[in-house]
C-alpha cells in the first residue's frame, strides 16, 4: 500500500508542476526552480500584538514570487492587517507595556 501512495503522490506532484509550468508559459514569465523556490522561501508572516492590538504582517514579495501568485490565481493578503482581539488564554501572562511577536513561514519549508 506504501508504494501505491508513493506513485499516487510522484505523478500528483508532476501533474502540479506541470500545470505551474504551463501557466507561467502563458503569463510570459521565465523562471528557475530555483529562484522560485527561494523567493516562496522569503515570504514571512508576522504576528504581532502591542498596545492591546494585534497585526499580522507579511513581507513584500521578492524576484518571482509575485508574479507566481498572480499567474496561478492567488491573491496575496496585505502586507498589514489588524486582526480582532481574542481571549486571554489561562496561564498566558501579558502586560499592556510589552509586545508579542510570533513568526512563521507563509508556507512549510521545501527542500532544495
Known amino acids: ?9 510522484s505523478f500528483l506532484a508532476l501533474l502540479l508542476v506541470k500545470e505551474l509550468e504551463d501557466r507561467l508559459h502563458r503569463h510570459n514569465i521565465a523562471a528557475e526552480w530555483d529562484d522560485i523556490l527561494r523567493d516562496l522561501d522569503r515570504l ?14 507579511r513581507t513584500p514579495t521578492t524576484g518571482v514570487a509575485g508574479k507566481l501568485f498572480q499567474a496561478v490565481g492567488v491573491a496575496l493578503p496585505p502586507n498589514l492587517q489588524e486582526l480582532p482581539l481574542t481571549t486571554p488564554q489561562p496561564g498566558r501572562l501579558t502586560r499592556p507595556d510589552t509586545a508579542a511577536v510570533v513568526l512563521r513561514p507563509l508556507r512549510s519549508s521545501v527542500s532544495h
Open 44 to 57: 514571512q508572516e508576522i504576528e504581532l500584538e502591542q498596545d492591546g492590538k494585534r497585526f499580522l504582517l
Open 1 to 9: 500500500m506504501a508504494i501505491r501512495g508513493h506513485v499516487f503522490c
